[in-house]
């Protein structure tokens, strides 16, 4: 109970935290844009990365933004940024480590300038990304722990399983908000998962 009210708090800030910054980026793309999180512990455990990005350009070329997060050790990044995501904040200072133009508040005001639906790759720090993810309304992605923060967190997630038990490791959010699909015998196929986030999105953005 004490996690859950934490996590739902931390949620509430976030999306204060990141208005007072940016009012424009919480109220139209963060109630409309979705995530994906295409990485895990293990690569077993990972959805074909081909089929993400199917089901993420179908999203895009409806009008809605993908905002693909983006971990230390995902082999995600580099197709990502093979097939033209634009990433979340580049800037820095060479030869000076990160500047203050690398704060979260500087790379979302970065996208406010020219912002259209498109697949955008974010790469942030732990406590960024935390505040970032309480921005959203829906995930999408493999068994990890990602996943399972942000139906903690109130997400409605698409947990996507192959390697895992979803009877054991589905994510428990609040109010029933997660759908698991696959198995630990294989893993979903792309219509599955299309028909799943299809109706989330019908029931609509809160």
């Known amino acids: 109970l004490i996690l ?6 931390l949620r509430a800030f976030s999306r204060v935290y990141i208005a ?3 009012r424009y980026f919480c109220q139209e793309i963060g109630a409309t844009g979705i995530l ?8 077993e455990k990972n959805w074909p990365i081909e089929s993400y990005w199917r089901l993420a350009s179908s999203c895009v070329s ?6 693909w997060t983006i971990g230390p050790a995902d082999q995600s990044r580099d197709y990502l940024h093979k097939n033209g995501a634009v990433s979340l904040g580049e800037a820095t200072q060479a030869g000076n480590g990160p500047s203050k133009e690398d704060s979260l508040s500087a790379k979302i005001q ?4 020219d912002m259209v639906p498109q697949h955008y790759a974010v790469e942030l720090p732990l406590g960024e990304l935390i505040t ?10 493999n068994d990890s722990g990602i996943l399972h923060l942000a ?7 698409i947990a996507l399983f192959g390697k895992s038990d979803p009877i054991l490791w589905a994510p428990e ?4 908000q997660a759908i698991a699909l696959g198995s630990e015998l294989g893993f979903p196929g792309e219509d599955e998962v299309q028909e799943a986030l299809s109706f989330i999105m019908r029931k609509g953005f809160r």
């Open 110 to 113: 970065r996208l406010e300038s």
């Open 173 to 176: 959010g609040p109010g029933g």
């Open 62 to 67: 409806a009008g809605i933004s993908v905002f």
């Open 36 to 43: 994906i999180h295409a990485g895990s512990g293990s690569e």
């Open 20 to 22: 007072g910054m940016s």
């Open 4 to 9: 859950d009210t934490t996590l739902r708090l």
């Open 132 to 141: 970032f993810l309480g921005l959203f309304e829906i995930m999408i992605g």
């Open 151 to 157: 139906s903690a967190m109130g997400l409605r997630v």
